[in-house]
Structures are given as C-alpha cells and as structure tokens.
C-alpha cells in the first residue's frame, strides 16, 4: 500500500515492481512494491530533494535526482543524478 506523502512512481520495465518516494518516516525514502505479492522494501532513505525517479531498462538499478550524501552524483556538487543497485 502506498500512503505517506507518495510522489515520484515508476513501474518496473518488467511490470513486475513500483518504485516510488515517501516521507512516511518524516523524510524522503526511495520504496519498491512488487506489484504481484504486495511485499514492500526501502531501498534508500534521506533524500533531501528528489524531482524524478526511473528504472534501468534491465530493472537493476533505480536512477534518481535529488540532493543526497554519495559519490555517485553525475552533477556538480551533491545535486545530481544518482544510481541504486537493486538486488
């Protein structure tokens, strides 16, 4: 179930899962629902400003925008473009 201040939903290329951004824990955090058995999982949290969310078109990775604290960024500074592994 997807409640919480959702924003930013992207289904799978497969189908099979939707990700997505809440801030049902009072901060942003990036979520997958797999579409077929309701399981939820957090995939990565504290996100200071997110403004999209997409898949890889092979679904191991979440790609994002935002603000956050890594050494993935794409962009100048810690806003950029950042990639999560998703087993």
């Known amino acids: ?3 919480g201040g959702a924003q930013a ?3 799978s290329p497969d189908g099979k899962y939707l990700a997505f951004v809440s801030n049902r824990s009072g901060r ?3 979520w ?3 579409l077929f ?3 939820l999982n957090q995939v990565l949290g504290d996100i200071s400003i997110l ?3 997409d898949w890889s078109p092979d679904r191991t990775h ?3 925008t ?3 604290e890594g050494n993935e960024a794409i962009n100048m500074g810690s806003l950029g473009i950042y990639k999560v592994y998703i087993n």
Do not use: H
């Open 1 to 3: 179930y997807i409640y």
């Open 9 to 11: 939903v992207a289904i």
């Open 28 to 30: 942003n955090q990036i």
């Open 32 to 34: 997958t629902l797999d």
């Open 37 to 39: 058995t309701d399981s």
């Open 51 to 53: 403004s999209g969310i």
């Open 62 to 64: 979440i790609l994002f």
């Open 66 to 68: 935002g603000l956050k």
